[in-house]
Structure formats: structure tokens, C-alpha cells
């Protein structure tokens, strides 16, 4: 099943525009304030990939941490493992049930609207999503916003924001097809201690590598997290 962007990750997404509302700005606002004052995060997360051709649904489960400028862990543990690692040298992609490794370029993670970076909270609120419409439901925001570049892989997204802290608790992706990429967090731990040595990866003598940051890789064949 095709899994576009499985983590992540995750929507980037904020744009204040002269239609929107006084509350609606206020929110990004106060999201950028939380989020420019967080220096790591630690979280659980369930991740729902619909694929609408099919019907289908896949439900995975794991854990995200994130450590300031762009360090990101992002590992799936059910119900197979999947490792991204946005480390400072390179971006690893991992499948250890398959022995098999992508080596990507950091060039990869500094697109402002990538997923990776909306759920860390570094995505740029301002510069590349519009906002059609705010929600109050319940404890949260909703919000729902549309890529002013969209490509395949994303042509809308809605964000779900803690009423409380501006924390991302859930987001949606749709990408050109109908597919859905939906995330949501719990247990959302902030400004603990992480260790550098979390965000290397060296991969096992017997995995195959492919690296996706030579000029001329082939296309892998399985997309990236990151989108």
C-alpha cells in the first residue's frame, strides 16, 4: 500500500491571512511562541494511512524525539519497525525487517513544509500554507490549511492544537490521490534531556545501503518519510 509520508511527521502549517480572524491569529501566535521556546520533545504516536483506492487502512505505533536546530527520531516499532533519523551529517531511512537503509542528503529536511519539520513545530506558519477555516472542538483548535506550492503529496492538511499549550496533538495530510496521513500524539514530554548519540545511526554489515544523496540515485522504492 502506498504509505506517501508515514511519518512523518507529520503538516506545516500556519499563514495569516487578511481573511482570517482575530482568534485565528492569536493561535499562530501563540504557536510560535511555544514552539520557539521548546528545545526537545519526547512523544508516543499512532499513525493512520488510508488509501482510498483500496479502502485500506494501516495502523502504526511509536515513539518521536526532537532536539533543536532539526535533530528528529522517529521510530515505528508496530506493527513492523521503521527508523527515520534526521541526524547532523545525513537523514537515514531504516527498514530493519528487510535489511534495507536509504541515505539521504539534510538538503531533504530543509523544505519548511516538509512533515518533518510541522510536527517539531520549525515548519515556516507564515510562508507556505493558507487557512480556510478554525474550529473550536472541545480542548482543541482545528484548523485547515492548503499548501500556496502543493505537490502530489500534500494538497491539504487540518491541525489539531492543544487549547491550553499551542502543542500539535493531531495532524491530517491529504495528498493528490485522496490518500490520508493522519497522526496524532500522546505523552508529549518537553524540554527533557536527549542525548546527541540518539540521533546517530550506523548501519548493521549486513543491511543493504542505498544512498539517495548521490547525483543520479535511482528512485527507492519506498518513498521517504519526509513528504
Same mark, same amino acid.
Request: glycine residues 4%; aromatic residues 12%.
Given at each position: 500500500? %502506498? ?16 481573511s482570517a480572524v482575530t482568534a485565528t491569529a492569536s493561535?499562530?501566535?501563540? !504557536?510560535?511562541?511555544?514552539? /520557539?521556546?521548546? =528545545?526537545?520533545? =519526547? ?25 533543536? &536546530? ?8 508496530? &506493527?513492523? $519497525? ?13 527498514? %530493519? ?19 518533518? =519539520? ?23 483548535i482545528a484548523l485547515r490549511l492548503f499548501p500556496k506550492? &502543493? ?5 491539504? /492538511? ?25 497522526? /496524532? ?18 548501519? %548493521? ?6 544512498? !539517495?544523496?548521490? $547525483?543520479?540515485? /535511482?528512485?527507492p522504492r519506498k518513498k521517504p518519510l519526509l513528504r
Open positions: 500500500m %502506498p504509505t506517501g509520508f508515514r511519518l512523518a511527521i507529520f503538516a506545516s502549517v500556519l499563514v495569516l491571512v487578511f493561535t499562530a501566535d501563540k !504557536m510560535r511562541k511555544t514552539y /520557539a521556546q521548546v =528545545r526537545s520533545m =519526547r512523544a508516543s504516536f499512532t499513525q493512520v494511512l488510508f488509501h482510498k483506492e483500496s479502502g485500506s487502512r494501516e495502523k502504526r505505533s511509536g515513539t518521536l524525539s526532537f532536539k533543536k &536546530p532539526l535533530l528528529v527520531r522517529w521510530e515505528s516499532k508496530a &506493527p513492523s $519497525e521503521e527508523l527515520l533519523l534526521v541526524g547532523k551529517d545525513a537523514i537515514w531511512n531504516a527498514f %530493519p525487517d528487510e535489511e534495507l537503509v536509504y541515505k539521504y542528503s539534510l538538503d531533504m529536511a530543509e523544505d519548511s513544509s516538509s512533515l518533518i =519539520r510541522v510536527i517539531t513545530g520549525q515548519a515556516r506558519f507564515d510562508n507556505d500554507f493558507e487557512l480556510e477555516a478554525e474550529e473550536r472542538e472541545g480542548d482543541m506550492q &502543493p505537490d502530489q503529496s500534500l494538497v491539504e /492538511a487540518r491541525l489539531w492544537v492543544d487549547a491550553t499549550n499551542y502543542l500539535i496533538k493531531k495532524m491530517r495530510v491529504y495528498d493528490f490521490y485522496g490518500n490520508e496521513n493522519e497522526i /496524532a500524539f500522546s505523552k508529549q514530554e518537553i524540554d527533557i534531556p536527549l542525548k546527541d548519540s540518539l540521533f546517530t545511526y550506523k548501519p %548493521p554489515k549486513d543491511f543493504i545501503v542505498e544512498d !539517495m544523496s548521490k $547525483e543520479n540515485a /535511482a528512485v
